[in-house]
């Protein structure tokens, strides 16, 4: 294979060789090794030597069911309802613990169950702390990734005019993206505190004392969304500046040309901004997206998995097996499923996004 | 010619400067406490006096936030850098003695004769780590308060029954005088939950972990009386009895001496700040829900690092430092129960008449240590979210089926821990 970038280019390579020694030893060779640990039963230490367990991790990581219950029926065989006129169902603990009848289900828990005329469906999975962790996820994604860029996009094409003083403006929206994570992090869960957080008290002001404090993080309902908008709040300054670059690469000519013909702002948007944008668009989404699947940083200062794992994400439940309870095989599982996920994904996003 | 003979006496100097030096062997050490000023004074001096001692060993010791502290040792271990002589959590000792972290003392029988029960880490019937405290934890409330609710002060030998003790958070609730009956300390995450929460849990009748076998947690922590303590505990919080997982760190801290609490679930290391606040406060032992009232016992402890080149030095270092004077000072500055009656007698607070007497009684009488087994680590952390979850409302049989079933499946992956 001996082409130019090979054979003459001897300097270089020795300039490059550092840096990827370093990229080697760090995150290729980890990478290759995750693989292998999720197949053995290798502990953070422990005097037992490690032994290859095949797939057995993924096994009781990913298994998933559902069970049919029936209701209660009393001795006639007509269903028997509550006071409040409900229906009674036996508790999934019967099916699952103890029960020679079901070994099927032997183990595993409630996750959450559909109706379905009387009969309730139960999804039953061994792991469902991993099965939430893979939905807050998701849910982080889904909601991050449109917001984030909409709103850096935004701000782009606010800061792209030229105005006096605009480079202050620029450096105001990207400076909480220069503050540490953890302090911003830190910082947000004073402002969401439930007695006296800002947050409250600012709501409070703006409402006329209308709207009562909210336990942001301490209630299930609001402590992912809460987390959201934090994390939006500290990265859209990046992806601002991102789509900024791509803004100033279209040719002024092409505006001048717009505003001859009588253009409207909405179409000079429509028909030349975003059709010059294309390729920013899509390094702007995937990168997002990688970066919101790395979700931990937040969750392990503020939330700690969250009230009733709420938002507990796939890295954070990485953390927490392989180092706080001393699991490594487990949390390879865990790395070697995400990185799964993110593959896809981003494979799914080159596909729609590929030029034709 | 000058110069060369300059130079060479020069260098003989410097040479022998180095050999003088190197007849001290460095003994590195690490500690929990870094923040806390007292017990750094404390640990110094000691420090001190046995550098002074002796020439053969120089102890130099290394702070530590105690929140990461764990996971620095761990990490030091697998990189082969840990310390000669590091302080180990009591119920963490069997799993790094297991794993090979630590090796056992060589120290004299003598030196660790009277001691408590809790500050003696035993594993596989040798001795790992010493400590030189126990710590205990007790109902804090006020004398005043007590008198106001028309409330009999319980004792070691009397203490209060599980309905006498509802009974009486349900008078501070109505009296409507506090922000909350009952202060538990749900924000200190970590080890606090199991050391302070799984004496309750003991109480009712369950445990942890099954303590004839070590091998299960089925019938102990899902078992009737395990499920009966899940109730009681949710109850706390949906009944509005105490604050739940959102308190604030602040109200823990300073809450009872605010008055914003009639009672605090507290230990002794917080006992002196209660004390210099209030003339009348009183330290309550823990209520019997039906198995005899317990707390916990068992706190930092020193051992020997198993790499360490230096085993006797450290050691040695151990032994000079378990001495009643030393005792006694760490107990003065700390608040915590020393470990010998003797070193006792000489503190300020807990020899006969003292203000924090009562603890010794309470130690003796109602400690029981954490489960003794490697698998600790684990089941303590499994054992914690349980008990955050059903304080956040979750369905208690459930959350104690799925704590059981994840401390089984470890113990299974890990051979049985050694048992």
């Known amino acids: 294979m001996a082409s130019k970038l090979t054979t003459s280019n001897r300097a270089g390579w020795a300039f490059a060789l550092p840096g990827f020694g370093l990229i080697l030893m760090f995150i290729v060779i980890p990478f290759f090794f995750a693989f292998y640990l999720s197949l053995t039963n290798q502990r953070l230490i422990s005097p037992n030597p490690t032994e290859f367990v095949g797939f057995s991790n993924y ?29 009674k169902y036996p508790r999934v603990r019967t099916f699952t613990r103890n029960n020679p009848a079901y070994p099927q289900y032997s183990g595993m828990r409630e996750w959450f169950r559909l109706h379905w005329g009387d009969t309730a469906k139960v999804v039953v999975a061994k792991d469902v702390v991993f099965w939430k962790s893979l939905r807050n996820t998701l849910m982080f994604v889904l909601v991050v990734a449109p917001v984030q860029a909409g709103l850096a996009l935004c701000l782009s094409l606010l800061v792209n005019q030229k105005l006096r003083g605009i480079n202050i403006y620029r450096a105001i929206y990207f400076m909480p993206v220069v503050v540490s994570i953890v302090v911003v992090s830190l910082l947000f869960r004073f402002i969401y505190d439930g007695n006296d957080g800002l947050l409250n008290n600012i709501l409070g002001f703006l409402s006329f004392g209308l709207f009562e404090g909210r336990d942001w993080l301490g209630n ?53 901004t975003w059709p010059g944008l294309r390729n920013t668009a899509v390094l702007v989404i995937i990168v997002i997206t990688m970066q919101a699947f790395a979700l931990f940083a937040q969750i392990d200062v503020m939330t700690n998995g969250g009230p009733l794992d709420s938002t507990t994400t796939l890295v954070f439940q990485a953390v927490e097996r392989g180092y706080g309870k001393q699991d490594i095989s487990g949390a390879s599982a865990i790395s070697v499923v995400l990185f799964l996920v993110v593959l896809t994904i981003s494979m799914a996003q080159r596909y729609i996004t590929r030029t034709r | 010619m ?48 046995f550098n002074a001692s002796q020439s053969e060993y120089r102890v130099s010791v290394e702070s530590f936030p105690q929140e990461s502290y764990n996971d620095s040792v761990v990490a030091a271990a697998l990189a082969g850098n840990l310390p000669d002589i590091l302080d180990v959590d009591g119920p963490v000792m ?18 660790i004769e009277g001691f408590l029960s809790g500050p003696l880490g035993y594993w596989d019937d040798q001795l790992y780590s010493v400590g030189f405290w126990d710590a205990a934890v007790a109902m804090v409330s006020r004398q005043s308060t007590l008198d106001s609710l028309g409330l009999r002060k319980p004792t070691v030998d009397n203490p209060w029954t599980g309905e006498e003790f509802m009974s009486a958070l349900e008078a501070a609730k109505a009296s409507g005088n506090f922000d909350y009956a009952f202060d538990l300390g749900m924000p200190w995450t970590g080890e606090w939950y199991p050391y302070a929460f799984s004496p309750f849990l003991q109480s009712f009748g369950g445990d942890i972990v099954d303590r004839s076998t070590y091998a299960t947690a089925e019938g102990a922590l899902n078992g009737d009386a395990a499920i009966a303590f899940g109730d009681w505990w949710q109850s706390l919080f949906a009944d509005g009895y105490a604050p739940g997982t959102s308190q604030d760190p602040a109200d823990r801290d300073t809450g009872f001496i605010d008055g914003k609490y009639a009672f605090s679930w507290n230990g002794n290391w917080a006992a002196l700040g209660a004390l210099e606040a209030h003339d009348d406060v009183v330290f309550l032992p823990a209520p019997d829900f039906g198995n005899g009232p317990k707390i916990g016992a068992a706190s930092w402890q020193f051992g020997v690092s198993a790499s360490s080149e230096n085993a006797e030095g450290a050691s040695a270092f151990i032994e000079f430092a378990l001495q009643d004077k030393y005792l006694a000072n760490f107990s003065n500055v700390t608040g915590l129960i020393p470990a ?5 007698a000489l503190t300020d607070n807990y020899a006969s008449g003292g203000a924090l007497e009562v603890f010794f009684g309470l130690s003796k009488g109602q400690a029981m240590v954490r489960p003794v087994s490697p698998g600790y680590v684990v089941s303590a952390k499994v054992f914690e979210k349980a008990l955050a979850d059903i304080a956040n409302g979750a369905d208690v049989a459930d959350t104690l089926d799925a704590a059981v079933d994840e401390i089984n499946a470890d113990i299974e992956r890990n051979g049985g821990y050694g048992h």
């Not at chain 1, 559902?66 to 029926?73: R, T």
């Not at chain 1, 994390?231 to 001048?256: K, N, R």
């Not at chain 2, 069997?94 to 030196?111: E, F, R």
Request: glycine residues 8%; charged residues 15%.
């Open chain 2, 340 to 344: 010998t009656a003797s070193a006792a």
């Open chain 2, 2 to 49: 000058r110069l060369g003979m300059k130079l060479t006496a020069a260098l003989a100097v410097s040479v022998s400067w180095v050999s003088i030096a190197a007849a001290e062997t460095e003994l590195s050490m690490w500690y929990h406490g870094a923040g806390n000023e007292a017990e750094s004074t404390a640990l110094n001096m000691i420090i001190e006096d």
């Open chain 1, 220 to 272: 299930p309902d609001t402590a992912l969304g809460a987390v959201k908008a934090m994390s939006i709040w500290q990265a859209v300054g990046f992806h601002m500046v991102i789509w900024l670059s791509g803004l100033q690469t279209i040719s002024p000519t092409l505006y001048e040309a717009s505003s001859i013909e009588g253009a409207s702002k909405w179409q000079t948007f429509r028909y030349i």
């Open chain 1, 59 to 87: 096994d009781r990581l990913l298994s998933i069911s559902v069970l049919s219950i029936e209701p209660e029926v009393d001795g006639g065989g007509s269903v028997l309802r509550n006071d409040a006129g409900e229906l």
């Open chain 2, 94 to 111: 069997p799993n790094w003695a297991w794993a090979g972290y630590l090796q056992p003392l060589k120290i004299d029988d003598s030196a």
